[in-house]
């Protein structure tokens, strides 16, 4: 019997989390990870009660030609990251030197919530077009490992 790693296994709970996705352009999974133990997981979507983009219609970055990475602010859905420390805060569990699994790399927004969030490590599956959450990580100290 060959059982996965610790990093494969909780990659493989990202991805089964992204399924749950709402959004319209790319279904991302994030798992928040203490003492391999899974403290929180996130999908991207919009917020509780809020409809989502298909509801609406369509995705309105999609409808106004704006590439990946950019113009966060118009979106409807929370990221997959920021779903999972907002989980995890509303069950009262801290993710202070953490690690979090995420289906992609973190956006520069989700860079900044990760470092203030104190986790320690990323493990992400896919990479993602945002030069500047990459720089924000490496200069707060924190590598991405892709699997």
């Known amino acids: ?4 790693s610790w990093d494969q296994y909780f990659m493989e709970m990202a991805e089964l989390t992204a399924k749950r996705s709402t959004c319209m352009r790319r279904s991302v999974g994030a798992v928040i990870v ?3 133990r899974a403290i929180a997981t996130g999908y ?17 970055r999609q409808q106004l030609g704006v590439p990946s990475g950019q113009r966060h ?11 999972a420390i907002i989980q995890a805060a509303a069950m009262g569990h801290s993710i202070e030197g953490g690690t979090i699994y995420v289906t992609h790399q973190p956006c ?8 203030n ?8 599956k896919e990479g993602y077009p945002d030069e500047l959450a990459a720089s924000i990580l490496a200069e707060a100290g924190l590598n991405i490992e892709q699997l």
């Open 108 to 115: 520069a927004i989700c860079a900044k919530m990760i470092i």
């Open 117 to 124: 969030a104190g986790i320690k490590r990323i493990v992400i």
């Open 34 to 36: 203490k003492d391999n």
């Open 73 to 83: 602010e118009i979106c409807m859905a929370l990221h997959a990251e920021q779903n």
């Open 1 to 4: 019997m060959e059982r996965p």
């Open 44 to 60: 991207n979507g919009a917020p509780r009660g809020i409809a989502h983009c298909e509801e609406r219609g369509g995705c309105l």
